[in-house]
T-cell receptor, first 111, second 115 residues
Framework: ETGVTQSPTHLIKTRGQQVTLRCSSQ?????VSWYQQALGQGPQFIFQ???????GRGNFPPRFSGLQFPNYSSELNVNALELDDSALYLC??????????FGPGTRLTVL | GNSVTQMEGPVTLSEEAFLTINCTYT??????LFWYVQYPGEGLQLLLK?????DKGSNKGFEATYRKETTSFHLEKGSVQVSDSAVYFC??????????????FGKGITLSVRP
């Protein structure tokens, strides 16, 4: 059984740029949730995708957007990057809204 | 809204010491409760969970009991090892659909175990 994978591992961008992060869900899982973890903090919920549609959103601006594909993999897109977007981005997969299993994360640094 | 409060850290223990990490929560319904662990440079791993009052979750020698009357889910281990050094997060999930299935995390606590 393959676990949750994310790419890239690390990424460095400059303010104003756009970034796309990718997540492959665990085999058999149809739901992907994205979280932002700032340094020294707990993860904060960004949004969730189920059956290729956004299915719940946290307190993040519209420049955070996503996609889910028919194979249940997902992308997180962030436009107009700001310094405060520097964080570890985690995706988690689950069957529906049940127990979530996390990937290793993508470390984004915005300069 | 929902929230999770963890005791202040960091915590430093000697190997084989007893561990307690406190976690209390505020929720409008009857949430499921989780402990996740994060090793340096890695993502979160599910350690244990409990889905209803009085349930005890356990894994790798760690235990936590869902106490509705005190809204708590304290993590315990009888004898810690150096390999338990990590950051521990308590989290809750209110439901299983849409935004209700999001995890709400505490701030985490760093545990360091000395040989």
């Amino acid at each position: 059984e393959t676990g949750v994978t994310q790419s890239p591992t690390h990424l460095i961008k400059t303010r104003g740029q756009q970034v796309t992060l990718r997540c492959s869900s665990q085999s058999g899982h149809n739901t992907v949730s994205w979280y932002q973890q700032a340094l020294g903090q707990g993860p904060q919920f960004i949004f969730q995708y189920y059956r290729e549609e956004e299915n719940g959103r946290g307190n993040f601006p519209p420049r955070f957007s996503g996609l889910q594909f028919p194979n249940y993999s997902s992308e997180l897109n962030v436009n107009a990057l700001e310094l405060d977007d520097s964080a570890l981005y985690l995706c988690a997969s689950s069957v529906g809204g049940n127990t979530q299993y996390f990937g290793p994360g993508t470390r984004l640094t915005v300069l | 809204g929902n929230s999770v409060t963890q005791m202040e850290g960091p915590v430093t223990l000697s190997e084989e010491a007893f561990l307690t990490i406190n976690c209390t929560y505020t929720a409008t319904g009857y949430p499921s409760l989780f402990w996740y662990v994060q090793y340096p440079g890695e993502g979160l791993q599910l350690l244990l969970k409990a889905t209803k009052a009085d349930d005890k979750g356990s894994n790798k020698g760690f235990e936590a009991t869902y106490r509705k009357e005190t809204t708590s889910f304290h993590l315990e281990k009888g004898s810690v090892q150096v390999s338990d050094s990590a950051v521990y997060f308590c989290a809750l999930k209110e439901g299983n659909t849409g935004a209700n299935s999001k995890l709400t995390f505490g701030k985490g606590i760093t545990l360091s175990v000395r040989p």
